[in-house]
């Protein structure tokens, strides 16, 4: 634990006393704590870069987009920081593209397999045994910190005979198209009948 977040345990069938620990630590007073030192790298090869920078964030250790800004000095797209960490250490993180305040510049990991739906699609740093380097891609999950080319943007058309369906009425006089892409916000794809043939197109 750290000082900005609040210990766990998980109580069993029988009795039991906690280990006494120093405050604001994991360990007694009289314990020497380890530390090691930890470079997180995420490599910016398919985003453009926000004019604040790029942080590392969230998990209840490593604060709010903003608090820890990565530096790319070389100028290679690899944006990196280091923290001297506890050995046990272990934490949820993420990067973020900016330092917004409502997250929304927060890399986007859901469904991926290093992203964990049960926290916030975050990332998970095991516990610290040694000098550790993570290295990988924002928004992705390499291991290695190379980038996937980002998926070809082609365009798909949208068509729907509406000659039968009593369009438009009082209840409706436009039609769209929506999807997981926009997040079903109900103004997606604007369709449109230009030749009045009853067809209604639209193109995203």
């Known amino acids: 634990a750290n000082a900005s977040t609040n210990r766990f345990f998980q109580a069993g069938t029988e009795d039991v006393t ?50 820890n800004e990565m530096t790319d000095p070389d100028g290679d797209g690899i944006y990196s920081i280091t923290f001297m960490l506890d ?17 929304s510049c ?32 924002f928004g992705q999950c390499s291991t290695d910190g190379t980038c ?5 943007i082609v365009d798909v058309q949208f068509a729907i005979d509406m000659n039968n369906s009593g369009f438009p009425n009082a209840d409706y006089d ?15 794809v604007t369709l449109a009948d230009d030749d009045g043939d009853g067809i209604f197109t639209g193109t995203l």
């Open 148 to 152: 996937e080319a980002p998926p070809a």
């Open 106 to 137: 927060k890399e986007n990991l859901a469904g991926l397999p290093c992203g964990d739906p049960n926290n916030f699609n975050d990332r998970f740093l095991p516990a610290i045994t040694g000098p550790t380097t993570i290295s990988t891609c």
């Open 18 to 67: 906690i280990d006494l620990v120093c405050y604001g630590e994991c360990v007694a007073c009289d314990v020497e704590v380890t530390e090691y030192e930890v470079t997180f790298n995420v490599n910016m090869a398919n985003e453009t870069v926000a004019e604040t920078g790029v942080y590392l964030a969230g998990g209840g250790n490593f604060g709010n987009p903003g608090d």
């Open 174 to 188: 436009n039609i769209v198209v929506n999807g997981n892409w926009n997040g079903w916000s109900g103004w997606g």
């Open 87 to 103: 050995e046990g250490f272990s934490s949820f993180y993420t990067f973020t593209n900016g330092a917004c305040g409502d997250w």
